[in-house]
């Protein structure tokens, strides 16, 4: 299993906006530091050592938090549960982190299960 790192990304905003999950282009800076800050996971740690390493983006590359991003992130085909290699611990951990975002930011954030 991959020691994931977790930690609570940089929101300057928020938005509705549909998703799409950001490629390193998408970014105004080559800076993987800076980059890591849209990411809830990392393969690698903070900052991580590739962007290939970031997982579960769930902050536009402008800086505003997607409500859809942190759905998908949740219960999404590309979401925490699609990580093979994630222990339990962890994947529960996200999880609350992703509810605590979306109540914290969002009027009825309920994202289910």
Do not use: C
């Amino acid at each position: 299993m991959t020691d994931y790192s977790m930690h609570e990304p940089d929101v300057s905003g928020t938005t509705t906006e549909e998703w799409d999950d950001p490629r390193l282009e998408d970014f105004d800076t080559d800076d993987l530091g800076e980059i890591a800050g849209h990411f809830l996971l990392s393969a690698s740690g903070f900052p991580p050592e590739n962007f290939t390493d970031l997982k579960l983006p769930v902050v536009e590359p402008d800086g505003d938090l997607n409500k859809n991003a942190l759905q998908t992130a949740k219960s999404g085909g590309h979401g925490v549960g699609a990580i093979d290699d994630i222990d339990d611990d962890k994947q529960e951990s996200v999880e609350e982190l992703i509810d605590d975002l979306a109540n914290e930011r969002f009027e009825n954030a309920d994202l289910g299960d």
